[in-house]
């Protein structure tokens, strides 16, 4: 073998363990579930044992009236938490991004909640929530208003897990806003200064689509992360009244502890990987779209 070679094949040779390492621990688990989607299996047999259905698992999922609410409800839930999130933690992003005295204690308390632990956080809010000694209900009372019922009528419910949602995840939002706003070139912000734009024509047409790389990713990683939330329902109020919070997560666990149906819940994940899949590559799909975008102005205005 010739020097070059080998130095071509060199690098290969050392992403090779990772890449065992990676195709063992992700790979096989994924596979793991594909194949177990495509069998009748509940806990009481070995996969082997397992009767092979095919697609009937997928199929049949389509006729059920719990899953597709389930579905429903983990799409609204992911699109109002990351809308509003984004928008409060792009926001105070924007209104934080200067010196002023006590800012750094500020910024520390805003990251406090993402910091907790999810069952912790589910906790907390369910004693807030409670009918008679919670905070909320309790000041409601002392204003002379009627309570709410939190957790115990199914509009409220999804608001209240909303709420807690926004509580813990917008400081994540907060956080890469104000990195992304802070590594922003300050000869961009000067030029539109001494040229006589307001504050809030830099804010739309200069910071924020400097911004746009980095509120991509985040919104994409929030979007994955939403559609797995598990911990704070199931202690806030385990998918009730009736179906009302019940997300993908908590069906696929409830399908498969309490159901025993674990080629049914297999096939739910799927659905759910897909999806997540779709979305993760349109997100990127877009991002390419306004990088050449992006490229192709900058290239006709230096010939310009």
């Known amino acids: 073998m010739t020097t070059a070679r080998a130095n071509r094949f060199t690098p290969y040779l050392f992403l090779a363990p990772a890449a065992l390492i990676l195709a063992v621990a992700l790979m096989y688990p994924i596979g793991y579930m594909v194949y177990a989607s495509f069998l009748d299996w509940n806990p009481s047999q070995t996969i082997g044992e397992a009767e092979w259905v095919g697609l009937r698992n997928y199929v049949n999922l389509w006729?059920?009236?719990?899953?597709?609410?389930?579905?429903?409800?983990?799409?609204?839930?992911?699109?109002?938490?990351?809308?509003?999130?984004?928008?409060?933690?792009?926001?105070?992003?924007?209104?934080?991004?200067?010196?002023l005295r006590g800012m750094a204690v500020l910024r520390t308390l805003f990251i406090l909640p993402m910091m907790i632990a999810p069952i912790v956080v589910g906790l907390m809010w369910r004693y807030m929530y409670h009918p008679t000694v919670g905070i909320f209900n309790r000041t409601l009372k002392s204003l002379g208003f009627e309570p709410i019922p939190w957790l115990s009528d199914g509009s409220w419910a999804f608001a209240s897990v909303v709420i807690a949602d926004v509580w813990q995840w917008t400081p994540f939002i907060f956080i890469l806003s104000l990195a992304a706003l802070q590594s922003m070139p300050r000869s961009a912000l000067e030029?539109?200064?001494?040229?006589?734009?307001?504050?809030w024509q830099i804010t739309l047409f200069i910071k924020l689509p400097l911004m746009m790389p980095v509120l991509i990713v985040t919104a994409l990683l929030r979007l994955i992360d939403s559609f797995k939330v598990l911990e704070v329902i199931l202690v806030l109020t385990n998918g009730g009244p009736g179906l009302s919070t019940e997300i993908m997560s908590l069906r696929i666990s409830r399908?498969?502890?309490e159901f025993r149906e674990l080629g049914v819940a297999a096939a739910m994940s799927n659905y759910l990987l897909i999806l997540l899949m779709l979305i993760t590559m349109a997100m990127f799909t877009y991002t390419k779209i306004q990088e050449r975008r992006t490229a192709a102005q900058r290239a006709a205005s230096e010939e310009a």
């Open 63 to 99: 006729s059920d009236a719990a899953f597709l609410e389930s579905l429903g409800v983990t799409l609204s839930f992911t699109a109002v938490v990351v809308v509003i999130e984004m928008i409060l933690g792009v926001g105070l992003a924007l209104l934080l991004d200067r010196e």
């Open 255 to 257: 399908t498969a502890s």
């Open 191 to 199: 030029a539109a200064r001494i040229d006589g734009a307001t504050g």
